[in-house]
């Protein structure tokens, strides 16, 4: 070992990173908080949280669904057939009896896993584009959507109202359940080796395949872990919506993207950031509630959503630096040009 | 640089210094080059040939020095002002569209006046390809030129421009022997009509042929210059090597040990017959000129690429399965290939090694950091933390994190690709001692360098390749700098492609270039309309009714102009989402303006509205793609929720109906068929015209096929594609003109649909999503066809159901058709 230089230079591991995603979906997310409290009151009240805690839920475990394709550079447009497919399948199979719930979970599983194997060999082995892919998978669960419920909404069990629209210490079940998945993702994601594998394949495909990696089965499975999310979401929202309709998955498709960008994963695959991602979705149904209880229309709350998606991205994708220094030498007057070495 | 010149030179360099980073690659460099005059420039890799040449092609501004062009000094030296001067440059990677044909290659790349009169046009580029002999088919895509077509191509296109300095890099090395020698006789018929030309090369016998002068270069310093006749290779020779050494090289193996290495008759791609044998405790070297099959061996060697012959490693073969698995790879493009950017230090360090930290099936962070930053200090890794992200690390710190995460692999064989390249001298010293000791441990080390000090240095053994061919074989007192440079470049064997006959004229039929040609997707989906057309006809004989007719084509005639939108943004390798929301965020918008009774100038003011916001709105999504560098998916997305707040904001329900004389007019028909989509009908052949034919069409394929190729060929990438989200936002407008009198009344709810199925027909037109190719008569029909199977499912008595299956399998099984197509036609092409 040549040590010349003093041992300041010996690498430590720095523990407990705060990623910037989360760093900014929190403060973002105590600012929403305080505004809420002072200026609307009513969107802080206890029936109020409790709402906000069940849907913020909901979108957090198809958030972290979707982050899951994402991080392996793709994105998926079948969130919407796949949740609504996991409600109907839920709602319709058991028929109103608690005894058909344990087969209703069957099918459903079923049915995510067939979706997902589909997109997984639509995108990982065919390697068409995932835009189209899904796509085209959404349009075919939705036809299976129909073809389960054949238009007519049935009422949810009572066992699946209880289990999943109901409240243990105070805080509904739901919210149990996502931060169990949660738990899920961030250990099998940070502490697995396949998980770890997977970030490596999302973050550089052709440096994974250089090592050896299997890069077309992280990219394929990601499509199935996914669908497996979506059905769970999906499940529990036959239980809080007592009467679920055909199509409520379609609300979930933009949110669930929403989530994952302001929760700091790229849109071009890589690290993912399942905690960012969660808070992300507390945010947002928290600015839901703040709009909602200012008694704006729903239209601000919209363009308020849009602007923070905008916002959010801006904070993580516009080279911050690289715009410092060149207002700095426009305002110098003399800029640089300093062209790549050859 | 005295010499007596009778003519002014038509370029002359003097005193050029250029820096990069404070280190300088030019010193003082003297060059000219005279009328009539080829003139050579030699020396190794990296002695600054390129980087003088691209400071005569105005591509770097150099820190010192003067450029004179025939007697005339030039301030500042554009590539504008160069290519207006006539210096025309034939690059070593050719800056080509492979998405487009030969011909279109041709008119996007040089200027208009050149193919004058244009119905002229496929005479003249015929006879520019005749000129250099390459003979493929104008209609042939680009994508499917062998590497050696590609290159005269692009020697074509110099030609065409009858420059007056021509500079040509390295033009022969994927050229097989005929093709040379028509080059060499096109060079001189130049050259004797008074051209200058350039040639940089490392073959000595090409310089003997070509040349009348010589300049060598060595290390970014002149040194020499002189006619070719009066110098000997030995002379030359002595002058390109003997580079000083920077740095200590660990002591070579002293007693070598048993064979652990041995190739025979290794073949792969790009290279051939490669048999060798390396001992315990030695390193074996690539050499020869950069590009001659070097890579392709070491990828090989690492299990990328499949080979024929043996691998043996500690006497068992290999295959390249196990190769894969087993070898560590080092690759040249760390950036690329080597290292995840985004991720740590220690996770890029640790991937290979991961099951030996793991307890029961979890990591332990412990074990992880305990292992892992242990091999990384070894290693004198300088990085802020093991946390932070290697794209925040030096060039030579990223290439110990590679070699750490080799070391942590426990690799049977380690393939090092360029070990040192963009490596500061400290840390190459380091990596020359980790190889050495991974050597002596036993495993064995080949290490390919384009620096050939370099290897004289560390191996114990070097094989030099030429063109694919190893042309020589160095141990002991013969491995020098000089042998394996003079092997290199008096090597006479020609390229292993030109060999095995995938050079040369490849003919395809004029069937199979219709199948993977833009149109086959519109064939087959006339086909499929008939088809089922007749089906249901033979169903329900109201089918053809004028109403059905008219209700069909109506439906088609909004998505239709949506998607027309959206083709364009596809062209260009993007995507727009926002233009659903948009139609209907117009269709509200209209309301307001366009009702019963409303006076004419309210009705221009609502359109002159529509038309603003439209153009508005494409405008954004460019610039927040082009110059916040959103993703397109991100920045439409954010647009598409941000116009439909804006459509609850101007009525959060149904209301302000649609004047009906206004509507009327718009929907008026001749026959059965709405007047409406006769227009589409005719915008879209009239874009589909342009998009072959003129200059804006070939902008944009050109741009959504290579980005840099299309930039390198003079294209304004960044206005090209945020005008190309401007159209698409315009045909947005102009469907919802259409759907405002289909819709009635102003609906904040309406419109958002046309998002995803405009992208369906889009589809099934054959447009790629990939960019570059596409079809704008295909996007009118997948969006009849689209509406004709909705129509079917009601007129086949069919449930809602069959609508979403048909749409579902239509888009996949044209997604999978196209694609498979595709496939096949490019391996053919490669095969």
Known sequence: MTQTETGSRVLKASRFRLSKGLLTMAISLAVLFVLSATLAPSSVSVNVVSSWLQFSAILAIIGLGQMLVVQQGGIDLSVAGAVSLAIVVSSQVPNGHDDGIPLAIVYGLAYAIGAGLLNAFLIGFLKLNAIIATLGTNALLFGAVLMVSGGIPQISTQLLQDLAGGDTFGIPNSMYVALVVLLIVVVVSKKTVAGRRFEMVGANPRAGKAMGLRVRSHEGLSYVWAQILYWLAGFLIAGITTQPTAYMGNAYLLPSVAVVVLGGTSLLGGRGYPVATFVAALFLKQLDQFVISLGVPYAVQTIVQAAALAIGVAIYTVNWRSVRTRISSLVAGKPKAAPAAS | MAKSTTSTATLSLTGITKRFAGVAALTDVDFEVRPGEVHALLGENGAGKSTLMNVATGTYQPDA?????????????????????GIAIVHQHPAVLPDLSVEDNLRASLPDKFFTPARDAKKIATELLAGVGLDVDLRDRVEDLSVAQTHLLEIAKAFALKPRLMILDEPTAPLGKEAVDLLFSRVRAEVKAGVAVVYITHRLAEVREMADRVTVLRDGKMRGVSEVAKITDEELLTMIIGRELEHTFPAKSSKPGDVNLR????????????????????????????????????????????????????????????????????????????????????????????????????????????????????????????????????????????????????????????????????????????????SESGVPVIVNSSDAKELEGLCDQVIVMSRGHVVDSLRGKDLTEARMIKSAVTATTQSVSVIDGSYGARKTSGFSRFLSGDYAPSALLVVLMVVLGGFILSQNGKYLNEFNINSILGLATALGFIAIGQTIALLIGGIDLSVGPLAGLLVVIASFFINDGSPLGSILTGLGLMLVVALLVGLLNGSMIRYLKFTAIAATLTMYIALQGFSFLLRDAPDGYISAD??????????????????????AVVLEWALRNRRWGWNLRATGSNEESARRIGINVNRTMIMAYVWSSFFAFAGAIYLLAQLGVGDPKQGVNYTLSSITAVVLGGTSLLGGRGSFLGTVLGAVLLIQVMNAIVFLGLTDMWTYVFQGLLILVAAIVYSVARNRQKQKGRA
């Open chain 2, 65 to 85: 020095g003067t450029i004179t062009f025939e007697g005339q000094p030039i301030g500042t030296l554009t590539p504008k002002l160069a290519s207006k001067l």
């Open chain 2, 263 to 438: 190739l025979t008759g290794f073949s792969g791609k790009g290279f051939t017959n490669v048999s060798i044998e390396s001992r315990r405790g030695e390193i074996l070297g690539i050499s020869g000129v950069v590009g001659n099959g070097q890579s392709d061996f070491m990828k090989t060697l690492a299990g990328l690429e499949n080979f024929s012959g043996t691998v043996e490693v500690g006497g068992t073969a290999l295959s390249s399965r196990e190769l894969l698995r087993r070898s560590a790879y080092l690759p040249a493009d760390r950036l690329h290939e080597g290292l995840a950017m985004t991720l740590s230090v220690r996770e890029n360090a640790a991937i290979l090694a991961l099951r030996k930290f793991t307890n029961v099936k979890l990591i332990s962070a412990p074990k992880e950091n305990k292992t892992v930053l242990a091999t990384l200090n070894e290693l004198a890794v300088k990085a802020p933390s093991a946390d932070a992200n290697v794209s925040a690390l030096s060039g030579g710190n990223q290439q110990k994190v590679v070699m750490a995460r080799a070391l942590l692999s426990e690799p049977l064989i380690v393939v090092a690709d360029e070990p040192t390249q963009g490596v500061d001298v400290g840390a190459r010293a380091e990596i020359y001692r980790l190889l050495r000791e991974i």
């Open chain 2, 662 to 683: 206004v509507s009327g007019l718009i929907t008026s028909k001749v026959g059965p068929i709405p007047v409406a989509f006769l227009i589409l009908a005719i915008v």
